[in-house]
Nanobody, 121 residues
């Protein structure tokens, strides 16, 4: 079993910063791409940023220059540093990881439970 546990969400004023963390644990052989998605009320879940094992990244246009994704492969952890936050960034943020569980040859998609980020104007 593989679990993703997020932390770091909260309430912040516009222009402020937050740092999200997501740690993967359990029976893990290998983790490929890790990423962050978000879902605002009444909207579809969308990609925020993702990072490959080797460190290559891609970002949604709406967060480029403000958010930075990083990972610590030794800790199976991915981070999202969010600066210059805007009210439009308000959403539930979900961690995602492509994981090959130990003893298998299949890579599965795993999701965290979500953490609320609220940006007040």
């Amino acid at each position: 079993q593989v679990q993703l546990v997020e932390s770091g969400g909260g309430l912040v004023q516009a222009g402020g910063s937050l740092r999200l963390s997501c740690a993967a644990s359990g029976s893990i052989f290998r983790i490929d791409t890790m990423g962050w998605y978000r879902q605002a009320p009444g909207k579809q879940r969308e990609l925020v940023a993702r990072i490959a094992t080797g460190g290559s990244t891609n970002y949604a246009d709406s967060v480029k220059g403000r958010f930075t994704i990083s990972r610590d492969n030794a800790k199976n952890t991915v981070y999202l540093q969010m600066n210059s936050l805007k009210p439009m960034d308000t959403a539930v943020y979900y961690c995602n990881a492509e994981v090959q569980p130990r003893g298998t040859f299949i890579i599965n998609d795993y999701w965290g439970q979500g953490t609320q980020v609220t940006v007040s104007s």
